[in-house]
């Protein structure tokens, strides 16, 4: 290694560098917030002291102003901010309004209660946010700052926004990948779980792709870079949970305009209550004030305002550690009310590789034969179908032959000739032009199981024929089970033909199949199925399918971590190709959706009841503040977190 090259990265292009989301936050002894917090709390200490044990009243409500300057200041400054350049009331104008009440009153540790308590329940609120978005912070970090870069065959070690596309950078054992790049020379184990909750690595070699954050466990490893570090995958998570945090679901909006409205009220009614019962009934103005401010503080929607916000934000944090990225919290209310799956087949319901699956002599050849025959004219081709066959003959150990003289017949398939003789291999087309009497139950029976035939032939008589098929992955059968016991319906949309599609809808037991689609006939059927059942999730792997997945309710891209277009497209990308994470994303937004309910519920409760004592003078703004503000925020925002925690179906 020769030196560091320390040029000053662009940080105003850099996802990872740019915007406060990411900045490095002081520690939490050194942070002002948490300072002011503990200064206001000695200094009402000592005014409870001065005021309860020693009566020096003067004293106390000095210390009791020191509160309200140490942990009310920006409380204050939001109120009158909100009132004269917004023109409209708030909850810091609430709790300004019900701490100067109590000073005027004669309750001074009261109001300094109210101002201090609202401190830590704001403080609180914006911790749940930094611990939501915490994950993704810790995540970005897994990037290396520099590369090691090859230049004239020595290594360089520059700063990650100075490796260029092209370059090469070395990786060693243990070490992170800095950038998105393919391997051009080595293999290795990769650790992916940051960013595609892989629980196992995935062994890479020459060719593949490689992401930055990832780890190389075991092998040295030459990676050209593909992406710049602003480009990167890691960038666009960045991205996407930024954007996701600023979609508001319908319920957030809602909560939203209904505190905006809903805190006027609360002043008005708090207004009539202090003095409606002094000016027509001639009953004490102090006690009627005094319970018009508790009524300020136990109305104030904190704890209704934060409820939905703090839930959403805690699900999609959670679902990204877990390879699942969700675009806004209006999509996950909208997987709660999700009557149909429309699934893509290629790459979704199955694996998108074709593997053989029959391998059938007609003559004299054994199976091994017919393979190594096969296998050896298809050698040099690279359609899926002759990839499919060469493999089966690796994986065999079958010892190829050199074949000669190809012609290629479109449509149709190859001739060739090994060892002087001459061979057909191709469609049932083919071998109609050849005058050659087909097994035609056998074949039919294939492609009724969804798998498609290559016959091989000499210039006489069938040889054999070999059948594949694109494998269904292990998890289709049982998530389509499990959306069904949901009483959700399932459908399959593909451009396959027929048979294929019907075998294929029968072994995963989707209700209904649609072939032979073209991308803009996919769209219709998600039109028609949504004029039918008014909610569609479709599933694809978010390249052909861009425009049903846009088209749809909920558009869901399969193994998102390799597709530009997938993650751009789809509403939710799930990173890898793991079809059970929608089972995961059906019960994490089932789980936010009660953890909402019942956030908003025993808000609206227990402000309710708060409410009724204390007109009753049941109450003082001890408790008011205590339990009905700070303490209900508190609860409300711990049952939030515990969506962090959610993994699987329970």
Not at 262 to 276: E, Q, W
Not at 382 to 393: F, T
Not at 435 to 446: F, N, Y
Request: proline share 3%; glycine share 6%.
């Amino acid at each position: 290694m020769e030196h560091k090259e320390d040029n000053h990265p662009d940080e105003e292009s850099c996802r990872l560098c740019a915007g406060d989301f990411f900045e490095e936050k002081e520690p939490l002894w050194k942070r002002k917030q948490v300072i002011f917090g503990i200064a206001a709390a000695v200094f009402l200490a000592i005014g409870l002291v001065c005021e309860f044990l020693i009566s020096q009243n003067l004293l106390a409500q000095v210390a009791f102003l020191l509160v309200v300057a140490l942990s009310g200041k920006d409380i204050l400054k939001r109120a009158v901010k909100s009132v004269f350049k917004k023109k409209r009331l708030d909850m810091n104008c609430l709790m300004s309004i019900a701490a100067l009440g109590a000073f005027l009153i004669g309750h001074g540790e009261e109001g300094a209660a109210v101002m201090f308590l609202f401190f830590i329940a704001e403080s609180l609120e914006e911790y749940a946010a930094d611990r939501a978005r915490r994950s993704i912070s810790e995540l970005l970090k897994l990037a290396p700052e520099t590369a090691q870069v090859k230049k004239a065959g020595k290594e360089v070690e520059l700063d990650v926004h100075n490796v260029e596309v092209g370059d090469v950078v070395v990786v060693r054992p243990g070490e992170k990948i800095p950038l998105d790049g393919e391997i051009i020379k080595g293999s290795s184990s990769i650790n992916q779980a940051p960013i595609t909750g892989e629980s196992m690595p995935v062994e890479k070699a020459t060719g593949d792709e490689v992401y930055a954050g990832t780890i190389n466990q075991e092998g040295y490893l030459e990676i050209k870079v593909t992406k710049k570090s602003e480009e990167g995958i890691l960038s666009k998570i960045a991205k996407m949970v930024e954007e996701a945090e600023k979609k508001k679901s319908k319920t957030e909006a809602f909560i939203e305009k209904f505190a905006r409205v809903y805190t006027p009220i609360v002043i008005t009614l708090a207004v009539g209550v202090a003095v409606i019962p002094t000016i027509f009934l001639g009953l004490p103005i102090d006690v009627w004030i005094y319970r018009a401010l508790v009524l300020l503080v136990v109305s104030c929607p904190c704890a209704l305002a934060i409820s939905t916000p703090v839930s959403m934000v805690s699900a999609i944090t959670s679902a990204t550690r877990r390879g699942v990225l969700i675009k806004g919290s209006s999509y996950i209310e909208e997987l709660n009310k999700v009557k149909v799956f429309a699934f893509d087949k290629t790459g979704t319901l199955t694996e998108g590789k074709l593997e053989v699956s029959d391998i059938v002599s007609l003559n004299r050849l054994t199976n091994e034969e017919i393979l190594l025959l096969s296998a050896s004219i298809e050698f040099q081709s690279e359609h899926p179908i002759a990839r499919a066959i060469v493999k089966k003959a690796r994986v065999e150990k079958v010892t190829l032959r050199e074949a000669t003289d190809f012609e290629a017949m479109p449509g149709k398939g190859i001739r060739a000739r090994i060892n002087g003789q001459t061979y057909y291999l191709g469609s049932r087309n083919l071998f109609n032009e050849l005058d050659l009497q087909l097994p035609e139950e056998k074949i039919t029976h294939l492609e009724a199981e969804g798998k498609t035939t290559i016959i091989l032939s000499d210039e006489s008589a069938l040889l054999g024929f070999i059948a594949v098929r694109d494998r269904i992955r292990d998890s289709s059968v049982r998530v389509i089970a499990e959306l069904k016991k949901k009483g959700i319906r399932t459908e399959m949309i593909t451009g396959d033909n027929e048979r294929t599609a019907r075998a294929i809808a029968e072994e995963v037991g989707v209700d209904e199949y649609h072939a032979q689609l073209l991308p803009e006939d996919k769209v219709k059927i998600i039109d028609k199925l949504t004029s039918e059942f008014g909610s569609v999730v479709c599933v694809g792997d978010g390249v052909n399918d861009a425009p049903s997945l846009a088209q749809a309710s909920v558009g869901i891209a399969m193994g998102a971590i390799g597709s530009d277009v997938a993650l751009e497209t789809a509403d939710i990308a799930l990173m890898q190709d793991d079809l059970s994470k929608i089972s995961y994303l059906i019960y994490l937004a089932n789980k936010t959706s009660q953890v909402v309910k019942q956030n908003v519920w025993v808000s609206i409760i227990i402000k309710s009841s708060f409410a009724i004592l204390a007109l009753l003078g049941l109450i003082g703004l001890w408790i008011a503040v205590g339990i009905g503000d700070l303490g209900l925020s508190l609860a409300v925002i711990l049952n939030a977190l515990r969506l962090a925690k959610v993994k699987s179906v329970k």
